[in-house]
Structure formats: C-alpha cells, structure tokens
C-alpha cells in the first residue's frame, strides 16, 4: 500500500494528453432591434382588438333621410275656366290647375291622362316638364271631346292621371280636383255635346 491518498487533481495517466477544454461562451445579449420587433408582435394583436371594439362601438352618425316618392310631395289644384287656345278644334274647352311640390328634389311629369274614352287631352307647357319646391307650376289643360256617346252626362268625381318622377321613383297618381273642377266638367260636356243630345 503506498502512502499516497486520492485527493487531488487528476492527472492524466501514461500516454495520454490532457487537453484543456474551452469554458463555455456566454449567449451574446439580444439586439435592440429583435427585441423591439418581439414586442411589437406581442402587442400587435391586443391593438387590433382593441381598435375593432372602438370602431364598433363608436356612436355612427345615422343615414341620411331618404328622398320622399314623388306622389307624396305633389298637390294639385284646380283653378278655373280658360280660354281655349287658338286652332282649338269644335267641342273643344280649357281650364287650368296649379302644381305645387311642397318638399324634396324636383319632380319631372312626364304625361297628363283623364279615364273617359271620348275626350283627348293636351296641356301648357307640353310634357315633359319639371316643377320644383317653392315654384308653383299653372297648366292649362284643354279637353276636346271626340264622342259624346262616351263620356258621362254629370261627372261626379272626375280626376286626373299624372305621371310623376323624382330621383327616387316614377308613380302615376289619380288626382281629384274637386267640386268645382267636377261642375266644370259637367257643364263644359253639356254643351260641347248640346247639338248631339
């Protein structure tokens, strides 16, 4: 037994070398770039989502009112006897009305019809034309009757077909003008029709 104890360095044994192994390198410290970058990636998604709730809860303002139809921003009024005009033909009579637009766009007419089949109609100015809101519009409309045989003895509520068009529609609306638009009627077939009757 020797005297030596094992306490100690090791020390390589015959033949052999001993190699000093390099101390493990440190890892570098992160760029600031990559670190920015890292965050900005962490806190790109709760950004989003915090914009997507402020959008969608945002007060919006509401939508702008639609164009009311043309049949409801129209009245039309019945203004008595005129002269027919000249180059009328026989049977013929005039009267005029006034048509009013109370609010919206303009309103174009694009025809004026009555529902008797013995009379034709024309009118001043000629259709197409346009009225707008605050502008009253007079137009003279003469009827001349082509048979007495149809149309009626006493109109009770005789009307006027207008088509009528605006930006946002195109209607045909039945106008009633009245009593006294009815009595001038009436009175203005009798005697167009008195020789045949």
Same mark, same amino acid.
């Given at each position: 037994?020797?005297?030596?104890?094992?306490?100690?360095?090791?020390?390589?044994?015959?033949?052999?070398?001993? %190699?000093?192994?390099?101390?493990?390198?440190?890892?570098?410290?992160?760029?600031?770039?990559?670190?920015?970058?890292?965050?900005?990636?962490?806190?790109?998604?709760?950004? +989003?989502?915090?914009?997507?709730?402020?959008?969608?809860?945002?007060?919006?303002?509401?939508?702008?009112?639609?164009?009311?139809?043309?049949?409801?921003?129209?009245?039309?009024?019945? +203004?008595?006897?005129?002269?027919?005009?000249?180059?009328?033909?026989?049977?013929?009579? =005039?009267?005029?009305?006034?048509?009013?637009? +109370?609010?919206?766009?303009?309103?174009?007419?694009?025809?004026?019809?009555?529902?008797?089949?013995? +009379?034709?109609?024309?009118?001043?100015?000629?259709?197409?034309?346009?009225?707008?809101?605050?502008?009253?519009?007079?137009?003279?409309?003469?009827?001349?009757?082509?048979?007495?045989?149809?149309?009626?003895?006493?109109?009770?509520?005789?009307?006027?077909?207008?088509?009528? %068009?605006?930006?946002?529609?195109?209607?045909?609306?039945?106008?009633?003008?009245?009593?006294?638009?009815?009595?001038?009627? =009436?009175?203005?077939?009798?005697?167009?029709?008195?020789?045949?009757?």
């Amino acid at each position: 037994m020797s005297g030596t104890t094992g306490i100690g360095p090791v020390e390589p044994g015959e033949g052999t070398h001993g %190699r000093d192994l390099p101390e493990p390198e440190a890892a570098p410290p992160p760029h600031p770039g990559r670190r920015r970058a890292t965050l900005a990636l962490a806190v790109t998604p709760a950004l +989003l989502a915090a914009g997507g709730y402020l959008y969608a809860t945002r007060p919006h303002d509401p939508p702008p009112p639609e164009v009311p139809y043309p049949a409801q921003t129209v009245a039309f009024a019945f +203004l008595g006897d005129r002269v027919p005009p000249p180059g009328a033909p026989p049977r013929s009579f =005039s009267f005029a009305v006034r048509m009013s637009v +109370l609010e919206g766009p303009p309103v174009t007419v694009p025809r004026i019809g009555q529902p008797y089949a013995g +009379l034709s109609l024309t009118e001043k100015p000629p259709v197409p034309f346009r009225t707008k809101a605050g502008s009253p519009r007079e137009i003279t409309i003469t009827m001349h009757v082509t048979d007495c045989a149809t149309v009626p003895k006493d109109a009770g509520l005789p009307f006027l077909d207008v088509t009528l %068009r605006n930006t946002r529609a195109i209607q045909v609306q039945s106008f009633i003008l009245g009593s006294r638009y009815a009595q001038h009627l =009436s009175h203005s077939l009798k005697v167009a029709c008195s020789n045949d009757r």
